[in-house]
C-alpha cells in the first residue's frame, strides 16, 4: 500500500516510460477494485490524456498495453471519450495507437461499439496504410 501511495501521483509519467509502463501493467493486474480505480480516475482525469499517452512518441512499442489494460478496466462512460477523438486517424495510423483502438472494437459493446464503428468508417480510405489494415478490415466486416 505504501508503494502504491507513492505511485499513484505519477501514474501517467509513469505510462509514458518504457519501464514505467510495464510497472503500470503489472500493477493494474496485481492491485484491487479500489487502486485500480484510482489509476483509472487519473488516467481520465484529463480529456484526452489517454490518447496522448497512446501517441507518446517516447514510449516503447509496450505503450499501447497499459491503455489496452485500462480500457479493459473502464466502463462504457469513460470509453466513450474514444468516439469523440479529433484526430482518430492519426491513432488508427500509428505503428502502436493502432491497437488502442483494435482493444477498443474488442471491448466496447451495444450502441458504444456501434457508434465506434460509424466514427472510423469514413477512414476506409486509409485501408492500405499497414497499420489501419487490421481495424478496417474488423469494421468492415463485422457489419
Excluded at 493486474?29 to 488516467?43: A, F, G, H, K, W
Excluded at 485501408?127 to 469494421?139: A, D, E, G, Q, W
Amino acid at each position: 500500500m505504501i508503494v502504491f501511495n507513492e505511485l499513484i501521483p505519477h501514474v501517467v509519467e509513469l505510462m509514458v516510460d518504457p519501464f514505467g509502463n510495464y510497472l503500470m501493467q503489472k500493477l493494474l493486474d496485481v492491485c484491487n477494485e479500489e487502486q485500480r480505480t484510482q489509476i483509472i480516475l487519473m488516467v481520465t482525469s484529463e480529456p484526452g490524456q489517454r490518447i496522448r499517452i497512446s501517441l507518446n512518441a517516447f514510449g516503447d512499442l509496450n505503450r499501447n498495453h497499459v491503455i489496452q489494460r485500462c480500457l479493459q478496466c473502464l466502463g462504457t462512460q469513460d470509453n466513450e471519450e474514444l468516439t469523440s477523438v479529433p484526430r482518430l486517424d492519426l491513432l488508427i495510423q500509428d505503428p502502436y495507437a493502432n491497437f488502442v483502438i483494435q482493444a477498443a472494437l474488442a471491448v466496447t459493446k451495444g450502441s458504444l461499439h456501434a457508434t465506434l464503428v460509424e466514427v472510423i468508417k469514413p477512414y476506409a480510405i486509409l485501408r492500405n496504410n499497414p497499420y489501419c489494415k487490421r481495424i478496417i478490415s474488423r469494421v468492415l466486416l463485422k457489419n
